[in-house]
Nanobody, 123 residues
Framework: VQLQASGGGLVQAGGSLRLSCAASRRPFSMGWFRQAPGKEREFVAA????????YYADSVKGRFTISRDNAKNTVYLQMNSLKPEDTAVYYCAADMDVPFRAPTGLTNQYDYWGQGTLVTVSS
């Protein structure tokens, strides 16, 4: 499975961006993670196979929305009210192993990872 993330860029604080991640075939649960310079990778959001269940890190809850279009094998991350501390490389990840497993923030749930897209939020 190949994952291609896109949509990153430079935005001012308070602005919005939408990230996309296209998979070469339909994954089960999918997630977004991020890694800021000098920090460990952290969970951002995840979505179930059907799209009916979502899960967010507290730091982005109410500002970010994860969604998916299964016809396009694509997951999205709509990011609003961006803050400088959201600056990071964002990675999408796919669970190809267990069909109906609930999405979580555990990195070991995900078998495949995209290459990352850089989001920079200026103050």
């Amino acid at each position: 499975v190949q994952l291609q993330a896109s949509g990153g860029g430079l935005v001012q604080a308070g602005g919005s961006l939408r990230l996309s991640c296209a998979a070469s075939r339909r994954p089960f649960s999918m997630g977004w993670f991020r890694q800021a310079p000098g920090k460990e990778r952290e969970f951002v959001a995840a979505i179930s196979w059907s799209g009916g269940s979502t899960y967010y890190a507290d730091s982005v809850k109410g500002r970010f929305t994860i969604s998916r279009d299964n016809a396009k094998n694509t997951v999205y991350l709509q990011m609003n009210s961006l803050k400088p501390e959201d600056t990071a490389v964002y990675y999408c990840a796919a669970d190809m192993d267990v069909p109906f497993r609930a999405p979580t923030g555990l990195t070991n749930q995900y078998d495949y990872w995209g290459q990352g897209t850089l989001v920079t939020v200026s103050s």
